[in-house]
Every structure is written in C-alpha cells, then in structure tokens.
C-alpha cells in the first residue's frame, strides 16, 4: 500500500510506501524526465515537506523514464536567458534545492539511471547514498553551456572525488560514466542496470528500519563539511546565473539548439 504526498508538478510525484519511504519518482515525458519552471519550484521545496512528514523515515529519489532526469527543459533555459526576473527566482529556488537536501535529516538515497544533467544530477549527488547503474551518464554541463558551474557542483564535488577531477569534469564537461564515477568516489555504489532499483530500494528499508535520531544526528554531523563550503556554493550559483545575462549563454543555447560547437566570444571578467 502506498499513498501520494501532494505536489505542485507533472515532473515527477512522491508516494510513501508502508515502510515509510518516500519514493520521489521523476515522471517520464517522452521517456526523458525533465523539470520545466514549475518542476524547478517544486523540487527546491519538496525538501522541507519530506523532513517535516511524520511518517517518512528514509527517501528514495528513481525514475520511470530511460534517463534520471536530463535538468530543465530548453524553454526554461531560454527564460533566464531573457529575463532578469526569472533568473533571480530560479537562483532562489537552486540555493533552496542544496539547501533542503543538506538540512533534511531524513536519509536520501538516489538510484541513477541513463542521464543525470542539471537539477537532476544536483539531487542525484546531493543524496546521502547514492547508486548509479553502469550505463548512467552523468554530465554537468554548465560551461559547454557558456554559463559557471553552478547549483551544486562546487560545494560537493571536490569533497567527493577530489579537486583534480573536479576540475577535469567540470572545466571540461566531460562525462562521467556509472563505473567511473564510482572509481574516483562521485557515487556510493555502481550495479548493473537490472539491478539498480533493486538494490537501491533494499538500502532505502535498511535506513527506514534503523534509528531515526541516530542516522538523523550522523548525518547533521556529516554534512557540517557542506555547510563549511557554502560560501563556494554562493560564489558558484551567482556567477552561474549572471552568466544566464551574457553573450556566452546566448551562443551556447543556440548552439544545443542546432547541434554544434558553441564558438565563445565572450571575455573571462
């Protein structure tokens, strides 16, 4: 037996089963999950719910769709580019993803499948354990983009997998495979594809079935080395969004859109 928890979002929906997990599943359109201006917001503050819920002990972030979630949608991209408004709200709602993440007590665990890009691949790292399929592809492309790499990257990435290989994969937009990211330490676990909802939901019961304040206190510990790079995080997500202003992002969308290399004109200032 499971029941909904509300959301404001066709993106993705949140059930709690009788174990008391919160299984956040993003929806698939066209088998590609993607989260438009509404799915954003929404995902910035399902957060908040899920630590509040009396009934949730542990949440397991999957999808139904052939990738994880391949991150905000080209028109929600094209609004920042044009418009100021739009830009200083989806910086709010980025700082209020990271930080619901980090200051949810509640056990998160992410199960990565295909693409994890964007916002998607914030909360596929941003989870307490996560566990990528071999096959998974995740790819942090903000700079191809001609925008910094922002919303999550600076403040988890190089606690995870190091400075250098942060740099490499960040700077250079390369993406990372299921097997690689386990190698360099950017995922928890890596297990073939058959077996990855599996596997993932198994941890999530042994979460739900452990102490609550033990694994609540561990984690507010932990991730007390998250908070301590917030300031990095602040710097990041404010040059990735003024980037949303500049000649740069206006090349790299059109770019996407017609399928080439960007060719970048813009200064470094």
């Not at 201006?37 to 999808?63: D, E, M």
Request: charged share 20%; hydrophobic share 50%.
């Amino acid at each position: 037996m499971s029941s909904a928890i509300s959301v404001n979002t066709t993106n993705f929906r949140v059930e709690l089963d009788a174990g008391g997990i919160a299984h956040l599943i993003f929806q698939a359109e066209n088998g590609m999950p993607v989260t438009d201006a509404q799915g954003h917001a929404a995902l910035a503050t399902i957060w908040r719910t899920l630590a509040a819920h009396p009934q949730v002990k542990a949440i397991l972030v999957r999808s139904e769709g052939k990738a994880f979630c391949a991150g905000g949608e080209l028109g929600m991209v094209e609004d920042m580019l044009n418009s100021a408004s739009v830009r200083s709200r989806v910086l709010q709602e980025a700082r209020e993803l990271v930080q619901g993440m980090i200051d949810c007590d509640k056990p998160i665990v992410s199960a990565i499948n295909g693409a994890a890009v964007g916002a998607g691949l914030a909360v596929a790292l941003l989870a307490d354990i996560s566990i990528a399929a071999r096959s998974a592809k995740l790819i942090d492309g903000h700079t191809k983009l001609g925008v910094a790499a922002g919303d999550h990257a600076a403040i988890i990435w190089p606690l995870l997998c190091g400075m250098a290989k942060a740099k490499y994969y960040l700077l250079l937009c390369e993406t990372v495979s299921g097997e690689e990211a386990e190698r360099i330490g950017l995922v928890s676990r890596v297990v073939d594809l058959e077996q990855l909802h599996t596997e993932a939901l198994q941890i999530a019961q042994k979460l739900a079935t452990g102490s609550q304040s033990a694994l609540a206190h561990t984690k507010r510990s932990l991730n007390h080395w998250l908070r301590a790079a917030w300031p990095a995080f602040e710097a990041s997500l404010n040059a990735e969004i003024m980037g949303f202003g500049q000649a740069d992002a206006q090349e790299g969308l059109a770019a996407i859109k017609e399928r080439r290399a960007p060719r970048f004109y813009g200064d470094a200032a």
